[in-house]
């Protein structure tokens, strides 16, 4: 078989000392700046870049992708124990993984976590090796509507982010819409929101964001009133999973899995959908949605999957298209180009044992994140018993050191002071930032891909029934505001939504 | 704890003031940082990622790159303007440092009078792609069909002021027609949408698009620039076609701020042009579909003449379209 061969030639590629060697500086760094709050793969891939010229082309690469994939890991730690999510995908993870570490199971959600990332990243790697080609294939057919229409779709039922009030999830979505549009008009070039500012031109860093409406407002409660501060996250119970934890955490994988293999394939925005797809389908699903939101281990297990299966095959567009799907894989683009192979249709004819020797790091790479992660495990909690007084400001030297690292753009590290601010605002309202995430990621997508799309159909509004893919997308947005709307349903959604007051 | 990094935040501050003071006789005497005003893993950084690997070995210390993106490259570019003139901080633009005085109409720095020019570094050809299925097949026919159907032709470009968006002013000038502009944020989502068919055109740098070509993804019609590629022997020019108005380059030159130390210039422009020399500079160029500049073009001269020509070449183009960044 071809595959077989195909494999044996990556494996050969990838056991190799000098290449193991840099796959695991790769996963260890891709842990440790996922681990560190703000500093994400994207600096630290452009700072090792110039290391990476002495290199032969496979050994760069497979430690860039390492970092890539590791930083997939490391970035749910923060988000668990400090509510300090360092990209979009951890977002998600922030909801009911910190609500975990506040009830002393902050082990447990660590460990799903890990488990839940190996898992996802290996089926993803598997499918990129089957079928990488055609997929690449199937994702070229989605035009602007179509991406108009899922992420539509993706908002529509990710209201379920949100475990209060339905209305202030609504609030904040628009929130996040609205902010979403500060930085310069794709289509028109004009500068929307900007003060007169011009560092304001490509809009608010969504790490800043991140960083200021969950970490920083989150300091800023801790710090309100010093005698009754919370000490509940230092209580640690237990380290591992019970048998009943692995048996619900079983299931969200899988779908997890699934939807993040799925939507990674995009190279249009799929893989920030991902998280989110699956943790609105896992509070859906589960028989008692009411624990979401105050630590429900399957909204870590789905969203953590889903996250890092979709690390995994958004290199799908990358090596068979020469296509990247994010900024993280144009700076591969760019590591290719200086190792002199211009990523495109040929690499997998031309360059096989590239091809299957970075697929083939893949799986010893994710093997060894969850051999290191799962010991880390009780050294980071570990870091909930050092003093608050230290570990505060710690956190707000790194998430600037992290955020200006990232454009050299002092104005990303104002945007966390002011969204620190508006977080805590929105934390006294009883607002949730979860929903102000998503809101602000997918509005600028929604907005640039309905504009292109009315662009290409010279104005017909027409064209997103008539394409299949945005029609079949949105007869299913439908049906779920259908559902939502049925008396019957409706009663028992009262229950999902209680307002916690 | 704080106070260890108070301390070492300080010691950091005084230890670059102090060597910022250096004279130009034991020039470098510390890392030279060039300012790449677009993200990582791009064209233009690629291209002075190659160049400052080069360099560094040539004046014997260290060559950073410092992406520093946004606002089409003002951004990056202003910080460099603003900076001290040591020979410390180094700007490498393309093209639009000489679009920018046009398409912002208001810009805090002028590309000719805050810099001091040190050489060109390359110029990149462009070349003109269809989704595969587009109706003409040769470059003629495409000329033809455009003539006639242009005002019903998607032309997707990488965003205002980009290259793409440049060269597809230059096209639209030299027919007379208005195309549909279909703007992406960046060159990636633009040649994903034409392998994909949902848009028809597009004008981009090669190291954007020769590989695609090369593996029959898109049709191509033409290179840009008056000869044929080494890479893409099989491609006619503009000039064969009889569009030589569309003679469009996207080149790169590396600035120092206004006021640099001529003895500096000299240094940087003889270790540019050594740099340009470089077997391996040489070959990841041509990779590229690009070469590296000649020695009479890596000049302070030639760059300050190519600036200035270029500025007044595009000005009247980017009035006539009316698509302004601000």
Sequence with gaps: ?501 | MLKTLAAAALCTILAMSGASAQSATNYPAQPITIVVPFSAGGPTDTVTRLVAQSMSKDLGQQVLVQNVGGAGGTLGAGQVADATADGYTLLLHHIGMSTAPTLYRSLAFDPLKDFTPIGLVTSVPMTLVARKDFEPTTMAELVDYLKTKGTDTTYANAGIGSASHLCGMLLQNALGVKMITVPYQGAAPAMTDIMGGQVDLLCDQTTNTTNQIKGGEVKAYAVTTPERLASLPDLPTTKESNLPALNVSVWHGLYGPAGLDPAIVAKLQASLAKALKDETVKARFAELGTAPATEAEATPDALRQTLTSQIELWRPIIQAAGEYAD
């Excluded at chain 1, 020469?322 to 031309?350: E, K, Y």
């Excluded at chain 1, 969204?419 to 997918?442: D, M, N, T």
């Excluded at chain 1, 504009?451 to 509004?461: H, Q, T, V, W």
């Design chain 1, 1 to 501: 078989m071809d595959l077989l061969s195909h494999l044996a030639l990556g494996f050969e590629t990838a056991f190799t000392v000098t290449n193991l060697l840099w796959c695991f500086v790769g996963v260890l760094l891709g842990t440790l700046v996922g681990v560190l709050p703000g500093i994400g793969p994207t600096a630290t891939i452009a700072m090792l870049l110039p290391i990476t010229f002495t290199f032969a082309p496979v050994t760069a690469l497979i430690m860039l992708s390492g970092i890539y994939y590791g930083a997939q890991y490391g970035g749910s730690t923060t988000a668990i124990l400090i509510n300090l999510p360092g990209e979009s995908s951890s977002a998600v993870t922030a909801i009911d993984g910190y609500q975990m570490a506040r009830k002393g199971r902050a082990g447990a959600a660590l460990a799903t976590a890990a488990l839940g990332s190996f898992f996802a990243g290996s089926v993803a790697t598997l499918i990129l090796a089957i079928a990488a080609p055609p997929l690449a294939r199937v994702a070229l057919n989605f035009g602007a509507a179509d991406y108009f229409a899922l992420l539509v779709l993706g908002l529509l039922v990710s209201i379920s982010l949100a475990h209060g009030s339905v209305l202030k999830a609504l609030a904040m979505i628009a929130l996040g819409l609205l902010l979403g549009t500060v930085g310069q008009d794709v289509t028109s070039g004009t500068p929307r929101f900007t003060l007169g500012f011009r560092e304001l031109y490509g809009g608010i860093n969504f790490v800043s964001l991140a960083v200021g409406v969950f970490g920083v407002a989150e300091i800023f409660r801790n710090l309100e009133n010093e005698r009754t501060r919370e000490v509940g996250v230092s209580r640690v119970t237990n380290l591992w999973l019970t048998r009943a934890d692995f048996r619900a955490i079983a299931a969200p994988v899988l779908r997890g899995t699934a939807v993040g293999s799925l939507l990674g394939i995009l190279p249009g925005g799929g893989h920030v959908l991902s998280s989110f797809a699956s943790y609105s389908m896992e509070k859906n699903l589960a028989a008692d949605k009411s624990a979401f939101g105050h630590g429900a281990i399957q909204g870590v297990a789905g969203p953590e999957s889903a996250n890092n299966a979709a690390a995994q095959t958004s290199f799908i567009p990358l090596l068979t298209l020469g296509i990247p799907a994010h900024p993280v894989m144009a700076l591969i683009v760019g590591a290719f180009i200086l190792q002199g192979i211009t990523p495109g249709p040929n690499v997998i004819n031309d360059q096989p044992a590239l091809f299957w020797g970075i697929i083939a790091s893949m799986w010893i790479g994710n093997t060894m994140l969850v051999i290191l992660n799962l010991p880390l495990i009780g050294l980071w909690v570990k870091m909930l018993t050092i003093p608050y007084r230290v570990l505060f400001p710690a956190i707000v030297i790194f998430a600037s050191i992290g955020c200006y690292s990232i454009n050299n753009n002092p104005f990303d590290v104002y945007a966390i002071a002011v969204s620190g601010v508006v977080g805590y605002a929105l934390i006294r309202l009883g607002c949730e930032p979860a929903p102000l995430l998503l809101g602000f990621v997918l509005g600028p997508l929604l907005e640039e891909n309905l504009r292109r799309a009315m662009i290409l159909s010279r104005g017909d509004p027409l064209v997103f029934f008539q394409r299949p893919i945005s029609a079949t997308l949105l007869a299913l947005g439908l049906i779920c505001i259908v559902l939502a709307a049925l008396p019957s349903i409706r009663r028992k959604r009262d229950t999902v939504f209680v307002e916690e007051d």
